[in-house]
């Protein structure tokens, strides 16, 4: 791989980071595919006997936040078992809107839930602090905002952009800064219902993360 280089987007005010490669052959979707499967799941193997091999990938959903943590969820449909998994972090990521503009609108509005879930179960905590309070507003106004402009109107590039860049903060630790560390209630249960049912994960956390609200919320007079 030659001739990478850094460079800066900004369309319509959004100042975008994009790393750009240049290379003579690039492989098709399917090809590459094959080969991010398989280096993420060797990066995971490894990293579990402490060693790791390099992971690349591109992002072609808004919703986890694979390229800024070391997460993953390995289900085992014979077992109804879905577990997490701590791997490696990416050594690059590339994170380029339009990868995203052909994802349907139902799997469009579940990564946008898992965002938004993301985003709940570290704001709604016993301890918080007005910083990551307002980093944690900041994403939900981000994706209510330009969430319902995606799903309606899938290339719209700005839209795509904001919601890809909230995804990529979701986890990486910004908004969970001087807090009381969450228990992640939603994905757990999430989990377990998803390893049993037939169920997109953003679309359990959907179901999910109201109940959950109504249970845990309680007036807390300093915030």
Not at 37 to 54: D, H, I, M, N, Y
Not at 87 to 106: K, Q, R
Request: proline share 6%.
């Amino acid at each position: 791989m030659e001739n990478s280089s850094l460079s800066f987007r900004k369309p319509d005010g959004f100042l975008y980071l994009m790393y750009k490669y240049s290379i003579n052959y690039r492989p098709g979707y399917r090809d590459f595919n094959m080969i991010f499967t398989k280096s993420a799941f060797l990066g995971c193997q490894l990293s579990l006997r402490r060693k790791e091999v390099p992971l690349f990938d591109v992002i072609t959903l808004a919703a986890t936040g694979s390229e800024y943590d070391r997460a993953g969820v390995i289900s085992n449909e014979e077992t109804k078992e879905k577990l997490t998994i701590w791997g490696n972090f990416p050594v690059t990521s590339i994170l380029d809107p339009e990868y995203t503009m052909t994802v349907p609108a139902n799997q469009t509005a579940a990564g946008i839930a898992d965002i938004m879930s993301h985003t709940f179960e570290q704001y709604i905590v016993r301890d918080g602090n007005m910083l990551s309070d307002g980093f944690c507003e900041s994403m939900l106004r981000t994706v209510t905002h330009f969430g319902p402009i995606a799903v309606k109107d899938p290339t719209n590039y700005e839209a795509r952009a904001e919601i890809l860049a909230a995804s990529s903060f979701g986890c990486c630790g910004l908004l969970s800064l001087g807090r009381t560390p969450s228990p992640w209630p939603c994905h757990g249960m999430e989990h377990e219902l998803s390893a049993w049912y037939d169920i997109t994960h953003g679309v359990g956390l959907a179901i999910l993360t109201p109940n959950w609200m109504r249970c845990a919320l309680r007036p807390i007079p300093q915030r």
